[in-house]
């Protein structure tokens, strides 16, 4: 049974919707129906978004395979904790204007990390 990394789910569905709620509130002020418009703010806030959407289902789906698989509940908050600083950086750094690039960075070291060691826990314990 799945009981941390539901909590990490709900978290990062959350920070979705808002990233989400960001991408209509530029396209209202820019008057953008589809797309980007040619909008650098309507884009700037889209690829958040799309970031988001590209990094958090897979760590997501790591987590929960490693819980299934036994993983302590402390460790998969580690883990869980990592996507989700990860994401929040990420978003906050590129969202900003102008950018906060260490933020960013810091965003995907953390995320990458995760992916990592949560790729070669579900190995390990796949192959062990």
């Given amino acids: 049974m799945l009981t941390v990394s ?5 978290l990062l569905a959350l920070l979705f919707i808002g990233l989400s ?4 509130a530029a ?12 909008d650098k703010l309507v884009l700037k806030r ?4 799309a970031n988001c959407a590209e990094y958090a ?3 997501l789906l790591l987590l929960a395979m490693a819980e299934l698989q036994g993983m302590p509940g402390w460790l998969v908050h580690v883990f869980g904790t990592m996507l989700l600083a990860g994401r929040l950086l990420h978003a906050y750094g590129f969202g900003a204007t102008p950018q906060v690039v260490k933020a ?18 579900n190995i390990g314990h796949a192959l062990f």
């Fill in 27 to 38: 396209r209202r002020q820019q008057k953008v129906s589809v797309g980007d418009g040619g």
């Fill in 6 to 10: 539901p909590l990490y789910a709900g």
């Fill in 57 to 59: 289902p897979l760590g």
């Fill in 104 to 121: 960013r960075v810091w965003g995907m070291y953390l995320t990458v990390a995760m992916l990592v060691g949560m790729a070669l826990a």
């Fill in 46 to 49: 889209m690829r958040a978004q």
């Fill in 21 to 24: 709620f960001r991408v209509v």
